[in-house]
């Protein structure tokens, strides 16, 4: 059974910093793509953050400020988050997709931040 769980949700005031980590269980960590997702209330869901074996993109609001990284040792990823806003404020879904066979694609059940004075 596949399990993505995600932890480090919180409320914090305007540029504070929190740090989310998602441990993956049920899967060959190494053989999967790690994202981390966003989604605000009336907001469709977003694209946050990617990290392969050897590359990372963000969407270009967090450019600068987020950083995802992975450890495979522990088959966790972690998504940094520095210079926080108000506009950050979304639940946060971690995301697994096999880099060779996209249908085996996963999903955490989110932690919610809040940035907010």
């Known amino acids: 059974q596949v399990q993505l769980v995600e932890s480090g949700g919180g409320l914090v005031q305007p540029g504070g910093s929190l740090r989310l980590s998602c441990a993956a269980s049920?899967?060959?960590?190494?053989?999967?793509?790690m994202h981390w997702y966003r989604q605000a209330p009336g907001k469709q869901r977003e694209l946050v953050a990617g990290?392969?074996?050897?590359?990372?993109n963000y969407t270009d609001s967090v450019k600068g400020r987020f950083t995802i990284f992975r450890d495979n040792a522990k088959n966790t990823v972690y998504l940094q988050m520095n210079s926080l806003k108000p506009e950050d404020t979304a639940v946060y879904f971690c995301n697994a997709v096999h880099n060779n066979y996209r249908q085996m694609n996963y999903w955490g059940q989110g932690t919610q931040v809040t940035v907010s004075s």
């Open positions: 049920g899967i060959i960590f190494r053989f999967y793509d």
């Open positions: 990290i392969t074996t050897g590359t990372t």
